[in-house]
């Protein structure tokens, strides 16, 4: 246990050390994780790392998606539902299609029973990667939502493919009709579930005196409640764990104190890093495993096998996404779509931002070794390795090469939005001018007599008045002086008996967060 415990705190520290180095070079993080990974796992010394599917599915699979719910646009995902779904669906399945059509064909012992298990595994892509990508190039935010929300809802409906193809493979009957309404009852039941508990959780927040602290835990139980829930009911847990995401976070404002959403995106901010940088770090790590389970397969044949069916993946998503703008063309004669004209340039980047990633091996490593009758599983040591094949090449080729690929598109953003920093200072102005008109109009004899009302109104007012760049650079760093000379004077007073450090520290923070609202306001920083 000891020995684990000291494992997995190196391996965060190689995270850490990693994603700096990703930044530096200015590549998304899933890629240098994972070949990170690769490098440790050659390291004579370095204990071979078996990943645990459950770890995965119970364990890591409801925060992060859950993290990602909370993250997501519900504007944008209702803008591009049509879009979304079809992805997330449609597409999904037909690339397990496919992938079920060449595998039983080209691959030895293959059946289509097992062509589909192993469409079901590969079909989803990955979000996480792809958005890694997409921070360090400029794209339309069109792209970039619909990337998010299909992932959102893909991995549900590649799990539901491949629990009814694990169900053909070991009893070998597939009935069609049978299988088409199971898979809208586990969908339908789910996003019930996931709503349910999250109305138990809203009704808590909202009714119940909870404190920050209490409001935080309860977030991060709510993933593991609704995915656990519906499982235990064989309905989709992710979409359980997404639809109760959604729910929660359009009503946050409602139920949550400033202080739990503040304190409440740091902490999950900070989770979903770790948990993202551990999966992608274990995946390459569990190469060694993986090819000493190979048996009788060579390694050549194996990667063979695995550079067909990644090949096999990119160009039916290519093909799938532009066939899904020329559908859309046709279909906006009949009803009325978010973008009659989608072009090829938006289809041509969201088919090939599929890279691959941590549910597709877990899906894998799932698979049972055994049949119901004890027999040993068909193939399933080989579809383990063309699975991380095809992570590991859609990570590395398709990662490395789509911000060159979005350069070479050079798309420009349909929706002709304003630039972030512009829709910022448009937003502080009206912001200002509404408080400056309700403090004018509604406390106007107050406003006489009281200075804070006063200094208020001055800040609202150098809110609506936009200044020169000079004043506001001359402002800027200014404050941010000011702010640390306040922090070296808060640790004088720290050093004597007659302040707490309780007291020091919550004015510390009271600088950290005016500091972040300053930065935020003329640089634009994110901490990654």
Same mark, same amino acid.
């Given at each position: ?180 309404? @199971?898979?809208? %009852? =586990?969908? *339908?039941? +789910?996003?019930? !579930?996931? #709503?349910?508990?999250? /109305? &138990? ?94 048996? @009788?397969?060579? %390694? =050549?044949? *194996?990667? +063979?096998?695995? !550079?067909? #069916?990644?090949?096999? /993946? &990119? ?111 448009? /937003? ?101």
């Amino acid at each position: 246990m000891l020995e684990s415990f000291i494992v997995y705190i190196f391996l965060i520290l190689a995270i850490l050390l990693l994603v700096m180095l990703a930044q530096k070079l200015k590549i998304a993080y899933p890629i240098v994780l994972v070949l990170g990974g690769l490098l440790l796992s050659v390291i004579p010394g370095i204990p071979l790392i078996s990943i645990n599917p459950e770890l995965i599915f119970v364990i890591f699979l409801p925060p992060l998606l859950y993290e990602a719910a909370w993250a997501t646009s519900w504007k944008e995902l209702w803008r591009w539902r049509r879009v979304v779904s079809s992805f997330a669906f449609l597409i999904v399945i037909v690339t397990s299609f496919v992938v079920a059509i060449v595998s039983s064909a080209v691959l030895p012992g293959f059946t289509l029973a097992l062509g589909f298990l192993l469409g079901g595994i590969v079909s989803p892509p990955d979000a996480v990667s792809a958005t890694s990508v997409l921070k360090y190039v400029k794209v339309p935010q069109r792209v970039t939502s619909i990337v998010e929300g299909e992932s959102l809802l893909n991995d549900a409906s590649s799990l539901i493919v491949f629990r009814f193809a694990l169900i053909a493979v070991d009893t070998g009957h597939f009935i069609f009709s049978d299988a088409a309404m @199971s898979f809208v %009852i =586990v969908i *339908a039941m +789910g996003i019930v !579930v996931g #709503i349910g508990i999250a /109305l &138990i959780y809203y009704a808590i927040h909202r009714w119940l005196p909870t404190t920050v602290n209490i409001d935080i835990v309860l977030t991060l139980t709510a993933p593991y409640m609704m995915y656990v829930t519906a499982e235990s009911f064989h309905f989709s847990g992710v979409l359980a764990v997404v639809s109760g995401g959604l729910f929660l976070s359009m009503r946050s404002h409602r139920f949550l104190s400033y202080r739990s959403r503040l304190r409440g995106s740091n902490v999950w901010s900070t989770l979903g890093f770790v948990l993202n940088g551990l999966v992608f770090m274990l995946i390459g790590l569990e190469l060694p495993t993986i090819v000493n389970e190979l048996g @009788s397969t060579s %390694i =050549v044949a *194996a990667i +063979g096998y695995g !550079v067909l #069916i990644s090949v096999v /993946l &990119i160009v039916t998503r290519l093909l799938s996404t532009m066939f899904a703008s020329v559908f859309t063309v046709f279909i906006s004669r009949y009803i009325t779509t978010a973008d009659n004209r989608p072009g090829w340039r938006g289809p041509f980047i969201l088919g090939w931002a599929g890279m691959r990633g941590v549910v597709s091996l877990a899906a894998a490593l799932s698979i049972p070794i055994h049949l119901t009758d004890g027999s040993a599983f068909p193939q399933r040591n080989l579809i383990l390795f063309i699975t991380f094949t095809v992570i590991l090449l859609t990570l590395v080729i398709q990662g490395l090469t789509l911000p060159l690929v979005i350069r070479w598109v050079n798309m420009e953003d349909p929706d002709h939005h304003l630039p972030v920093e512009l829709q910022e200072q448009t /937003l502080r102005e009206k912001l200002a001018e509404k408080s400056l008109l309700i403090l004018d109009t509604d406390h106007a004899e107050k406003l006489k007599t009281n200075r804070h009302l006063q200094h208020l109104k001055t800040r609202f007012e150098s809110d609506k008045f936009h200044t020169d760049t000079a004043e506001q650079e001359d402002y800027r760093q200014i404050y941010l002086n000011l702010l640390e000379k306040q922090r070296t004077l808060l640790d004088e007073l720290n050093k004597g008996n007659d302040t707490d450090e309780s007291v020091v520290r919550r004015h510390q923070n009271l600088l950290d967060l005016e500091e972040e609202k300053l930065r935020s306001r003329f640089d634009g920083e994110e901490e990654s």
